[in-house]
């Protein structure tokens, strides 16, 4: 499945344009990030400081949340961020997850287990550009590349609800971004486009690159 949208951004630049160049670097957030904002909080296992939840539970709080983590092996962190839809101890809100960031690429890691449909919404200011699409969470990948990397872009994930129990798995969330070298360029008038596309497949890094 693509989803497809171009913004085209055009601008004149009358004297040195101070431009930056630089490698790709991927970032793993995480579930637990403190970058990932989630909606209702989430609640359940804690892990102390350089221990994983495959030796030994750490510290389990009582957790009413939609969200919650929970101990799991075979991920990234030794937890996973879980949710099956809305409860009522939560006020029956819908479970949403949100993360802004200046990147050329994200990857949400989910499990296969996950079985939910999740609403995918990517979002930018100056100019603003939304695309929204719903994705079976089971293919434990959800890309979104060819972002914009000279602005900041916020993602968000809705749980679907369905009429029989599903459920949203969380591991991680790898951003691709740009590490800047400072280099500088003479030129009267500059385009860029950004292309915004959703994909259902693992991170394929022949497809991030800088624009």
């Given amino acids: 499945m693509y989803l497809q949208r171009q913004a085209v ?11 930056f160049v630089g490698a790709n670097v991927n970032i793993t957030l995480e579930d637990t990030a403190s970058q990932i904002i989630y909606s209702p909080p989430a ?4 892990l ?5 939840a495959g030796t030994e539970a750490q510290s389990t709080q ?20 879980t949710t099956s839809g809305p409860t ?3 006020g029956g809100l ?4 949100f993360l802004s960031v200046r990147a050329l690429a994200l990857y949400v890691k989910t499990t296969a287990a996950s079985t ?10 100056n100019p603003v550009v939304t695309v929204r699409s719903e994705i079976n969470s089971s293919l434990e990948f959800i890309s979104i590349v060819d972002l914009p990397e000279d602005r900041i872009t916020t993602l968000s994930l809705t749980f679907v609800q369905a009429n029989e129990t599903t459920r949203l798995d969380i591991d991680s969330i790898t951003h691709n971004a740009i590490r800047f070298s400072f280099v500088t360029t003479i030129d009267s008038a500059s385009n860029k486009h950004s292309i915004y596309r959703y994909t259902q497949s693992g991170p394929d890094t022949s497809k991030i690159r800088a624009n």
Avoid: E, H
């Fill in 9 to 19: 951004l055009f601008w004149s630049l009358l004297a040195v344009l101070c431009a």
């Fill in 43 to 46: 609640c359940g296992l804690t």
């Fill in 62 to 81: 009582i957790c009413n949340s939609a969200w919650r983590i929970i101990a799991a092996q075979d991920v990234s962190g030794g937890t996973l961020t």
């Fill in 48 to 52: 102390s400081s350089g221990s994983s």
């Fill in 94 to 97: 819908i479970p949403q997850l």
């Fill in 88 to 90: 009522n101890s939560s």
């Fill in 116 to 125: 939910a449909l999740v609403n995918v919404t990517v979002s930018t200011i």
